[in-house]
């Protein structure tokens, strides 16, 4: 049972409580080339993104804000680091929420500064600690990146928040250790009632990095630990989008777009499964209604699944059979499945 937390919102998402669980990405882009950055965020909306984030590391960043802002319709969010003054001119520009490290934002006071200016605003933010960018006098007592330097520097950094009496808050303490990041965030859900942000952080390539994030989140997310997520890919920020979700609807935690079940061949197999894998695959992007569609290679556990899922193929001996609901609609041969496949979900859904 998902472990329900204080309810922040950004712009018109709502984090925490019983909301949905909230997919996010970052751009890629540099903030102040306007353009691309927006044609990079309607990209990211489109495949699904609730919300996204932006570096800002000069004041041409933080001065494009407001344009961006003025040109896309999810919320967007500023990502401050090092100097206090980019994330009060953010504020300024209009952004949804902030997401600062204490840790490298440098003495107390400049934080105060931001939260006061996030206060006056109503403007959310979110504590961001990273293995990475500990404080140095955490690093010097614990040596390392330990959980419990992380979970240390995050106490530090909510202390700061509470003195100025303001929760208006979202945590994240990431790491790219698997089971070290588990384990401090089993810790801050236990401890605060905050909602959390979790992630891998630097995963890696899209195929690493989507396993290590779908075996962290997913340990995570089972366990009712977590209210919006990141899947930091190196790759382009649409993946992240997608391996989210993938994560999301393998939990059952939402439904978004296809789910695709494919077999993964064997000696009994006998037409050219991983073609018509890739081939259904492929056109099922254009789809973003949910449903489950299986392509299945043999008699074994055919037409079981064929049958369970919402579409499915069943193959035999270069021919096939098309099912819709559990019921068999149509048999063909190899050549002709996916096309038949293909009539029969657009004669079933409303895209």
């Not at 790491?175 to 990041?181: E, F």
Request: net charge positive; charged share 25%.
């Amino acid at each position: 049972m998902r472990k329900l937390k204080k309810v922040v919102e950004i712009g018109k998402v709502k984090i925490g409580g019983n909301n949905p669980i909230v997919v996010q990405s970052m751009t890629k882009t540099k903030t102040r080339d306007i353009k691309k950055t927006i044609i990079q965020i309607k990209r990211l909306q489109k495949a699904g993104c609730d919300m996204v984030r932006m570096a800002v590391v000069n004041k041409d960043d933080a001065i494009s804000l407001r344009r961006i802002k003025k040109s896309v319709s999810i919320p967007i969010i500023a990502d401050i680091h090092f100097d206090y003054r980019l994330a009060l001119k953010a504020i300024d520009a209009g952004v949804d929420k902030i997401r600062i490290n204490p840790g490298n934002i440098g003495e107390n006071w400049k934080v105060t500064e931001v939260i006061k200016k996030a206060k006056d605003n109503c403007v959310p933010i979110r504590i961001g600690v990273n293995s990475g960018s500990l404080p140095k006098s955490i690093l010097k007592k614990y040596r390392h990146p330990t959980p419990d330097a992380i979970v240390e520097s995050m106490k530090d950094a909510i202390n700061i928040f509470i003195n100025n009496r303001f929760n208006n808050i979202v945590i994240s303490a990431k790491g790219a250790d698997v089971r070290d990041t588990i384990f401090v965030y089993k810790m801050l859900s236990k401890q605060f009632n905050y909602p959390l942000h979790i992630g891998i952080t630097e995963a890696g390539l899209p195929f690493r990095g989507g396993i290590k994030s779908a075996v962290g989140l997913g340990i995570l997310l089972n366990q009712g630990i977590g209210d919006t997520i990141r899947v930091s890919l190196t790759s382009d920020p649409v993946m992240e989008v997608v391996a989210a979700y993938e994560i999301l609807n393998s939990l059952g935690l939402r439904q978004h777009g296809p789910i695709f079940i494919s077999c993964p061949t064997c000696g009994r197999c006998e037409v050219n499964l991983a073609r018509i894998a890739r081939t259904v695959e492929s056109r099922l992007k254009k789809y973003k209604s949910f449903m489950k569609v299986a392509v299945m290679g043999c008699v074994v556990n055919g037409p079981g699944e064929a049958r369970e899922a919402d579409f499915g193929i069943a193959c035999g001996k270069g021919v096939g059979i098309v099912f819709a609901k559990g019921k068999e609609i149509r048999r063909a041969k190899e050549a002709k499945l996916v096309d038949i496949l293909f009539e029969v979900i657009d004669e079933n859904i409303n895209n």
